[in-house]
Structures are given as structure tokens and as C-alpha cells.
């Protein structure tokens, strides 16, 4: 299921793209993950910072989950290379609901998250909602977890539930797809399992 979305892409310009939005991209080269969310909410995009949102569960569960060593705050969301995390979104533009975007507007996010793929190489892209993957994969269901087929070549996708607060999965069941990702990270890259 492969898409050749890097088509377009010059493979002899190593640049990522220009920041957009309220939010910048929180990426580095070789990461172990990069998480991919519809876009910033509100206070997010206020604040400056990735799943700064009252009642978000992100910073949480990447702890629980042992993506991170310790609970991390919002403001620290640019320390996320440090650990082998980064951050991006489908688009720029912050909006109090996903449901304010057009599938047309998540679709047309897609060549920058390929820029930004093909730059990062990350071993993991991680969409924080099913909705996110089926409007970046262009299909109508996908299961929780690791996906059959990579949207991007050499990179696993793994689908979790949105952090969101309004998410209405417990956060047990959360946390379980979150875990999912640490094991993906540790089968893809055996000599970095924490």
C-alpha cells in the first residue's frame, strides 16, 4: 500500500520545509518516532506548544508508555529529539475542532509531511487518531495499532487514539496503543528498547 508521495520531492535537497502555523515542527534526523496529529487546537497554538490543550492526556501517556523517562510538560515539547520523539501535524492552523477542517485542507498537508519524512526518516510515524491516518492514507478504516502497509517507504505507521480529552476511550485503552509504539520503536531499532 505503499504511496510513492515523494514523486515530486528533489532527493538532493536535504531541507524541511518552512514552518507554518502557530506551531513549529519538533523534528531531527533518525527519529525513533514522529507523532502526526490533525492540526493545533486553540490553546495549543496560543501557548506555542505541541498537546497543550487543558485535559490533553499526550504528555501522559508518552510517560506511562515509557516513550519518555519521566512526565514531560508542554513547554518541554522541543526536548522531544532528546528522547527520539518529535511533533508535526497534518496542517498548520490552529482551530478549537478538527472537525473544522476540510478533508480536501488534511489532504493537502500530505507533501509536507513527505518533505518532512524524507528529511526526519523517522523508524515510526505514530497518526494520534484514526482520523488523521485515514485522511492522510485517503482511506475509509484502518484498525488501531501497526498498519499492514507503510504510507511512506521504510517507515512503520502506527495508529493510536487521539490524547485529546474529549477522546472518550479510557485512557487504559490509550495507554495500550501508546505501548504499541514503544514496541514497534523497539523491533525496528532493537539496540535503542529502553
Request: hydrophobic share 40%; with cysteine; charged share 20%.
Amino acid at each position: 500500500m505503499t504511496r510513492d508521495l515523494f514523486t515530486d520531492l528533489d532527493p538532493s535537497d536535504p531541507t524541511l520545509p518552512d514552518p507554518e502555523g502557530p506551531l513549529p515542527d519538533i523534528v531531527a534526523p533518525g527519529l525513533d518516532c514522529l507523532f502526526v496529529g490533525f492540526n493545533p487546537g486553540l490553546r495549543s497554538g496560543s501557548l506555542g506548544h505541541h498537546y497543550a490543550g487543558r485535559g490533553n492526556q499526550f504528555w501522559r501517556l508518552l510517560a506511562d508508555s515509557g516513550l519518555t523517562p519521566r512526565p514531560m510538560r508542554p513547554e518541554e515539547d522541543r526536548s522531544l529529539p532528546g528522547v527520539g520523539l518529535g511533533s508535526t501535524n497534518l496542517v498548520a492552523r490552529a482551530t478549537a475542532s478538527a472537525a473544522e477542517l476540510s478533508r480536501a485542507e488534511l489532504r493537502g498537508g500530505l507533501p509536507r509531511l513527505a518533505r518532512i519524512v524524507a528529511v526526519v526518516r523517522p523508524a515510526v510515524l505514530a497518526y494520534t487518531g484514526k482520523g488523521v491516518y485515514l485522511a492522510a492514507a485517503g482511506c475509509a478504516d484502518a484498525p488501531w495499532g501497526v498498519q499492514a502497509g507503510p504510507l511512506f517507504e521504510g517507515v512503520s505507521d502506527v495508529v493510536v487514539p487521539s490524547p485529546s480529552g474529549l477522546a472518550r476511550l479510557p485512557f487504559e485503552e490509550k495507554l495500550r496503543w501508546y505501548k504499541a509504539v514503544k514496541a514497534e520503536i523497539a523491533r525496528l531499532r532493537p539496540q535503542k528498547a529502553r
